[in-house]
């Protein structure tokens, strides 16, 4: 129930924080701009050749003398500059009587043509695509993963022009893309470059399904070796829309959407990557055939992800500015709180076991409680310096903090308001008053929506955990719901963070200022052994670590450009904080029906 006054006071906040959206517009003017300029990409791939992407753009109704093509410097989603360009061979124009047109190259990621005026313009240039993504391979002899900012230029001045697409892929191949289908199952349509891009292509052989919730259509296709219960995948995934769709959002936000998943063998840790209306998901098969579940978290995050930074996002996060990085203090909300829900969704839906929720929320405890650089980097700070730190790099984890703090506000929120309102409603409230507006919010307006919904003052709890270093309330906070923290400290090895990805174990970060770090491991080294014998994950790692004692050494084999280097780290020790969450002695009913409201999924 929530109070007749309350819901006065609270339409009262909502109608002003629509007004003032009224006054800067809800949608940008030149959203509706179309000059007749035409652009339309061709992409191929030539059989048996595994090292590029061909791409032709054909532009007609041009009537400038200069066209300038740029590469995306990042793409959405990963946080760090990427430069693509780097991968672009053989760049070409010619106009409609197909002569060469001059090129020059006037920046790292962007070309100039001298079209002298000519309304038909084709640009080529092939992308390589031999070190493959992060995720691993994006192609062999029966597929191929596109992806759209490392693959395709936009033309500057045009971003905002409708785009067209034909994939030239052999006749057996089929296409899963959450772009706009034609009557030409090859070509797809998009409003605007951004929506293009931002949306990848699987092409190939691979199995497909598709189930409707409230008619819309959700296709799931899996590459690779498909040896679990798809049946038991395909109904986990149908759990995971239904509850965010139908009992979180209270809304479904695109036509289509497409779950990409890649499967590989061996039992390394999944990935993936949100897109406006699609998702590219990495999972190792071996461990999908033990439970189809261990396929559910990544899942339950990339979904979340259609509102949760793609749609409720930060002003810098769409309409995109690929030249340069574009920073925002709300990583912290973008992907920890995603996190957190992720968690939460799998919890409410019975996915997971409450003991398991609570263990996984332990666990971020843990990760935060052991890293001594939370005095020193807030949850605003993080996701800022990511561009310059790197994922695994120095600092904390704007993921592992952000998903704390997710925890932490919901029960806050709900202890205030005596469980009528949670951070479910935040996320409405964000939705209603920016995603359907399709503005950005700017990262002062988490703090105001938090505050509308509850109706309380959270600038003291944004001040000191949010935008501040001061220790997270565990204790005080998780005793709303009748829980507590227990925690145990030891002294462990330590050599820094790495983090390493794939088949050949490619480092993609490292604190530079660990003793691994300072031993001279470096980005885009791969590993190939460490103390004598190979490794295959962070497991692996952890053990031959855990094995050493302070002052001994742990010698690294890696590659780098071609040579084999011996890199020596010397150990040191650390003080490793394990948190557990207990449930308190004799919880009051309060605290009992709050737990239940909170991992049930009501609010009163
Ligand atoms: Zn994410």
């Not at 002052?551 to 280097?565: E, H, M, P, S």
């Amino acid at each position: 129930m929530i109070s007749k006054q309350k819901y006065n006071r609270l339409i009262g906040i909502v109608w002003v924080a629509a007004m003032a959206l009224f006054a800067v517009g809800p949608v940008r003017a030149d959203d509706f701009r179309y000059n007749g300029f035409e652009t339309t990409y061709e992409f191929s791939v030539h059989p048996g050749d595994l090292q590029y992407f061909y791409v032709t753009i054909h532009i007609a109704n041009n009537d400038a003398p200069q066209l300038v093509f740029s590469m995306p410097a990042w793409m959405p989603g990963g946080y760090m500059l990427a430069n693509f360009a780097r991968r672009v061979a053989d760049f070409q124009a010619v106009n409609s009587k197909n002569e060469r047109l001059a090129v020059q190259k006037i920046d790292p990621n962007s070309w100039e043509i001298q079209t002298k005026g000519d309304p038909v313009i084709h640009v080529s240039y092939k992308v390589n695509i031999a070190h493959g993504a992060f995720m691993g391979k994006v192609i062999d002899s029966n597929f191929a993963l596109v992806n759209g900012p490392s693959t395709y230029m936009y033309i500057r001045g045009h971003k905002n022009d409708p785009v067209t697409v034909k994939y030239n892929i052999p006749e057996n191949w089929k296409i899963a893309t959450g772009l706009a289908e034609t009557q030409n199952p090859a070509i797809f349509t998009a409003p605007n470059y951004d929506v293009f891009a931002d949306a990848p292509a699987l092409l190939g052989l691979f199995k497909q399904f598709t189930f409707r919730l409230k008619g819309v259509p959700h296709v799931v296709a899996i590459k690779g070796p498909v040896n679990f219960d798809t049946g038991a995948f395909i109904r986990m995934i149908k759990k995971i829309v239904t509850y965010e769709t139908q009992e979180i959002y209270r809304d479904i936000p695109y036509k289509k959407y497409v779950f990409i998943y890649t499967i590989y063998s061996g039992r390394r840790g999944g990935g993936g990557l949100e897109h406006l209306n699609s998702t590219t998901i990495g999972l190792s098969g071996d461990l999908l055939k033990e439970n189809v579940k261990n396929g559910a978290d990544v899942t339950a995050h990339e979904f979340f992800h259609v509102w949760n930074v793609k749609r409720i996002r930060p002003e810098v996060l769409g309409p995109f500015d690929y030249t340069k990085d574009v920073r925002t203090t709300s990583l912290w909300v973008c992907e920890g709180i995603t996190s957190y829900y992720a968690d939460l969704v799998l919890a409410r839906t019975g996915i997971w076991g409450e003991a398991k929720f609570l263990k996984n929320q332990a666990k971020m405890i843990s990760a935060l409680q052991s890293n001594p650089d939370r005095f020193k980097t807030s949850a605003e700070m993080s996701g800022w310096n990511i561009w310059q730190n790197g994922y695994g790099g120095s600092g904390i984890s704007f993921y592992t903090k952000g998903q704390i703090l997710g925890m932490l506000l919901d029960l806050k929120i709900r202890h205030l308001t005596n469980n009528t309102r949670s951070l479910d409603d935040v996320m409405r409230f964000l939705n209603q008053w920016f995603a359907k507006w399709d503005v950005g919010y700017k990262d002062s307006d988490i703090l105001r929506a938090v505050n509308a919904v509850s109706n309380q003052d959270f600038r003291p709890f944004f001040e000191r955990y949010v935008g501040g270093t001061v220790e997270l309330p565990y204790k005080k906070i998780l005793g709303y719901a009748g829980l507590k923290p227990v925690f145990e400290k030891k002294k462990v090895p330590y050599i820094g963070k790495i983090a390493f990805f794939g088949p050949q174990n490619r480092v993609f970060a490292v604190d530079r200022e660990s003793p691994i770090g300072k031993a001279g491991l470096m980005k885009e080294d791969h590993i190939l052994k460490i103390d004598g014998r190979k490794i295959k994950n962070r497991g692996d790692l952890a053990k031959l670590l855990n094995a050493k004692k302070p002052g001994q050494t742990l010698k690294f084999l890696v590659k780098r450009d071609g040579k084999k280097i011996t890199i020596t780290a010397a150990v040191k020790s650390r003080e490793k904080v394990m948190c557990k969450i207990e449930t308190t002695a004799s919880p009051a009913p309060e605290q009992l029906m709050m737990r239940k409201a909170w991992l049930h999924g009501a609010t009163d």
